[in-house]
Structures are given as C-alpha cells and as structure tokens.
C-alpha cells in the first residue's frame, strides 16, 4: 500500500458510511478502458464502472456535450419544456419500441416507476389486481420497492417491513410464472439476464412465452434492461433477441455515459400516467439527458452494438481457451459483452484481487462467480490482453489445479 493509498483509506473509514466494501486502490483518472490509480498504475477496465461507462472514460462525446451543455443550462425542472430533454427521448424510443418516456436519476427510481405503472395499471384494467410477478436471483436496486421485487434475502431482511405484492418465482421458467398468475397478478416484471446473481440470460423462448402469457392474461410485461441494455448485448436492448417487445422498460447505467440517469418507455397500453402522478426534481435535466442523446449518437456512430459483439465474442472465445488449458472454469455465459464466468471453486474474491493486482479490473458477484461488463470500445487487442492477464491471476490464485 502506498502513503498516497493509505491516507485516502483512513479518510474513507472516517468520513464515509460503510456501505460499500471497495478494492485496495483508489483511481484518479481514466481513458478508453484504462483507469489510474493516485500512484500512477494503470489498469484495464473490465468492470466499466459497473455497466455504466459504455463509451469508456473521458470520451470526447460525452465530455464535449457535458462542457457544452454545462455553459447553456444545467438544470431547469420540468417545470419548462427542454430540448436536451427531447433529443434523448427521441433517441431512445427510435432504439426501442412505439413508447414514451419518463426520466428520472437511477435505476432503482426507474424500477420505482415501473411499479408505480404497474399498480395505477391495475386500478384501471385489472379490478385493483396488483400482485407483480419477479424471479429469484432478480436484482432491482435498493429503494424499498425495488428491493421487494429483488430476490436476495441478504438484502431484504434488514429492511422489513417492504411494499407487499411482490412474489419471486424461479427464473427463466415459463411454467413458475403460469402457475403463479391469478387474479391478483397485474404484471411480470424481469431482468432479460440477470445480471447481479452472476450473468444467467433467460432464453429467448421463455421472453417470447412471457409476451404471449401476459397478453393472454392481461398482464403488463415489464423488462429490466438496467445492466443488459445500452448494445451491451449485441443489440440495443437484450429482449430484441427474441424479437419481442415489453409493455414497460427501465433503463439507467450506460444511457448517461456515466452519469446518474434512469428512464422509464411505456409502450401503448402501459401509457398511463397523468399529470401529477410521478415526478422528480431532477429527471431528465438538460445536461443528463444532453449527454444521453449524445451517448446514443456514438454508440451508433462508432458501431458499438456490433463491435460489443465481435468482441464479446473474442473475449469468450479466450475465456473458454483458459477452461480448456486447466482454468478452474466451469461455464461462460451471458451475451456481448456482458459476461459471467462461473467457477468450479470459490476463488472468485481472490482472483478480483489478484487480477487487480495485475492491472486488470474485473467484478465478482458471487464467491464463484465473476462478471466481465466492460465499455463497449473494448478492442479486441484489449479482449486478449484481458484474457492473459486473467490468465495470468488463475496461475497465481490458491486452489488452481
Ligand atoms: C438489473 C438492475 N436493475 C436495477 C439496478 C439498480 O440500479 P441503480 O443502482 O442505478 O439504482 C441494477 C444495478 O445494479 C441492476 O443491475
């Protein structure tokens, strides 16, 4: 540890809250998918701020339109009409389906909404059913809503009592859900991969099988495509792989570049909202919402949907390469560049650090599970640099065989 790392950790014990447990390094900068750390060590990021810097950092995009917009306006309220606001709006539905769209800060806001949604929706088409129907392993965020429609108990129990009218059945099963639907039921409400629980995708049979059971039922279809979308996927939202499309769809991480934004698209039948329903002080301010449009505009301009999945693509291929040579891997999933690797040991925690340590930044969501969601500029010169410094970590970490 440094004198530089160490005073800035003393500070952190005393001033922060401890709810985050961060890596032993403290980053200052970033370019590309490069971070540096406060002594002047770089590192290749694979972690990409977790899902959230799909153009990497300090992208001229998203920095030109922050300065830009910065000096015009940086907030107005909704209490006046914005064009910023506009841009992104149109934007994102030309990526998505018929909808509009509410903005607002983060993912579990956008969540929030979506049930909000769900149980106006209810009131109005379902005799006030109101049950929502979500998944084991779902993660949602941390706002009292989202965390009843998230799955882990670790999160949940320290917070009880939570919103009722939330049941989790098991994922990617199409015949949980059926079962489960009764007159209570107003939605189902999941993530088309699951991202938190370790990278697991639903098929894309399951998706199409929720769209025609929410139609034969009368159920709204609500999608979290908070991690899987962006183009992470390969395409722009991870349930255009099933050719399907959602009644609602909450957004957040990559759409700011970086910066805090969520929103919500409300296709045809989900449109509900009247004036005064919902609302945010912050939502969709002109420099967000100026920056998203632009974060739009270059994933489309640089073609990062295709380059996620050419690379994606490489970056799997190397990670079933290490499998093969004797790596502790058991199975490699996921879509793009949003990848899980499950282990056949509990190693995950030490390889992070290990692999740290080598200049690569990688997250684990379990204690054998990791997590590759990079920036979606990752080259594929980067993609096996990745692969052989991970490489190099599985050599390195107790319990290789
Ligand atoms: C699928 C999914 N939904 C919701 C959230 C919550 O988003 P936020 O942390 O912006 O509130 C996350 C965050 O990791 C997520 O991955």
Same mark, same amino acid.
């Given at each position: 540890m &440094?004198?530089?790392?160490?005073? !800035?950790?003393?500070?952190a014990?005393?001033?922060?809250?401890?709810?985050y447990?961060?890596q032993?390094?403290?980053?200052?900068?970033?370019?590309?998918?490069?971070?540096?750390?406060v002594?002047?060590?770089?590192?290749?990021?694979? +972690?990409?701020?977790?899902?959230?810097?799909?153009l990497?950092?300090?992208?001229?995009?998203?920095?030109g339109?922050?300065?830009e917009?910065?000096?015009r306006a940086i907030?107005l309220?909704?209490?006046?009409?914005?064009?910023?606001?506009?841009?992104?709006? =149109?934007?994102?539905?030309?990526?998505? @389906?018929?909808?509009?769209?509410y @903005?607002?800060? &983060?993912g579990a806001e956008?969540?929030?909404?979506? !049930?909000?949604?769900?149980?106006?929706?209810g009131?109005l088409?379902?005799?006030g059913a109101?049950? !929502?129907?979500?998944a084991?392993?779902?993660?949602?965020?941390?706002?009292?809503?989202?965390?009843?429609?998230?799955a882990?108990?670790h999160?949940? /129990?320290?917070?009880?009592?939570l919103?009722?009218g939330? #049941?989790?059945?098991?994922?990617d099963?199409?015949?949980a859900?059926?079962?489960?639907?009764?007159?209570?039921?107003?939605?189902?409400?999941?993530e088309?991969?699951?991202?938190q629980s370790?990278?697991?995708?639903m098929?894309? =049979?399951t998706?199409?099988?929720?769209?025609?059971?929410?139609?034969?039922?009368?159920?709204? $279809? !609500?999608?979290?495509?908070?991690?899987?979308?962006m183009?992470?996927?390969?395409?722009?939202?991870?349930?255009?792989h099933?050719?399907?499309v959602?009644d609602?769809m909450a957004? +957040?991480k990559?759409?700011? *570049?970086?910066?805090?934004?969520?929103?919500?698209?409300?296709?045809?039948?989900?449109?509900?909202?009247?004036?005064?329903?919902?609302?945010s002080? @912050?939502?969709?301010?002109?420099?967000?919402?100026a920056?998203?449009?632009a974060?739009?505009?270059? #994933?489309l301009r /640089?073609?990062l949907?295709?380059?996620?999945?050419?690379?994606? /693509?490489?970056?799997?291929?190397?990670?079933?390469?290490?499998?093969?040579e004797?790596a502790?891997?058991?199975?490699?999933?996921?879509?793009? $560049?949003?990848?899980?690797?499950?282990?056949?040991?509990?190693? +995950?925690?030490q390889?992070v650090g290990t692999?740290?340590r080598?200049?690569?930044?990688i997250?684990?969501? *379990?204690? &054998?599970?990791l997590?590759? #969601?990079?920036?979606l500029i990752?080259?594929?010169?980067?993609?096996?640099?990745? #692969? =052989?410094?991970?490489?190099?970590?599985?050599?390195?970490?107790e319990?290789?065989?």
């Amino acid at each position: 540890m &440094s004198a530089a790392f160490s005073a !800035i950790e003393e500070r952190a014990a005393t001033v922060l809250m401890h709810t985050y447990v961060p890596q032993p390094v403290a980053m200052r900068t970033g370019k590309g998918c490069i971070l540096t750390d406060v002594d002047g060590r770089e590192y290749l990021d694979l +972690a990409g701020g977790i899902a959230v810097n799909v153009l990497g950092h300090a992208h001229p995009a998203v920095v030109g339109t922050l300065v830009e917009q910065a000096a015009r306006a940086i907030h107005l309220s909704n209490l006046y009409f914005s064009e910023p606001q506009l841009d992104a709006a =149109e934007k994102l539905v030309a990526t998505a @389906f018929p909808s509009r769209v509410y @903005f607002c800060n &983060s993912g579990a806001e956008a969540i929030e909404t979506a !049930i909000k949604i769900a149980r106006k929706w209810g009131k109005l088409q379902r005799n006030g059913a109101s049950t !929502i129907i979500c998944a084991r392993g779902a993660f949602h965020g941390r706002t009292m809503g989202a965390l009843a429609a998230t799955a882990n108990r670790h999160y949940r /129990e320290p917070f009880e009592p939570l919103p009722r009218g939330f #049941i989790h059945v098991a994922y990617d099963d199409l015949g949980a859900v059926e079962t489960a639907v009764d007159d209570s039921t107003v939605a189902v409400l999941m993530e088309p991969i699951e991202g938190q629980s370790g990278v697991v995708p639903m098929s894309d =049979e399951t998706l199409r099988g929720l769209r025609r059971l929410c139609d034969e039922r009368n159920l709204l $279809l !609500i999608l979290d495509e908070i991690q899987s979308g962006m183009g992470r996927t390969g395409k722009w939202w991870a349930h255009q792989h099933a050719g399907i499309v959602p009644d609602v769809m909450a957004v +957040a991480k990559g759409l700011g *570049g970086g910066l805090p934004i969520g929103a919500v698209l409300a296709g045809p039948r989900a449109d509900i909202f009247t004036p005064n329903d919902h609302g945010s002080t @912050f939502g969709g301010g002109p420099l967000v919402t100026a920056v998203a449009a632009a974060v739009i505009e270059a #994933i489309l301009r /640089e073609g990062l949907i295709e380059n996620a999945a050419r690379v994606g /693509e490489r970056l799997r291929a190397g990670l079933l390469r290490l499998a093969a040579e004797g790596a502790p891997i058991a199975e490699v999933r996921g879509r793009g $560049l949003m990848l899980g690797v499950v282990l056949t040991q509990p190693v +995950a925690q030490q390889l992070v650090g290990t692999a740290l340590r080598g200049g690569l930044l990688i997250n684990a969501t *379990g204690a &054998s599970a990791l997590r590759l #969601i990079p920036p979606l500029i990752l080259t594929e010169a980067q993609a096996d640099e990745a #692969i =052989e410094r991970l490489a190099a970590a599985f050599q390195l970490v107790e319990g290789r065989p």
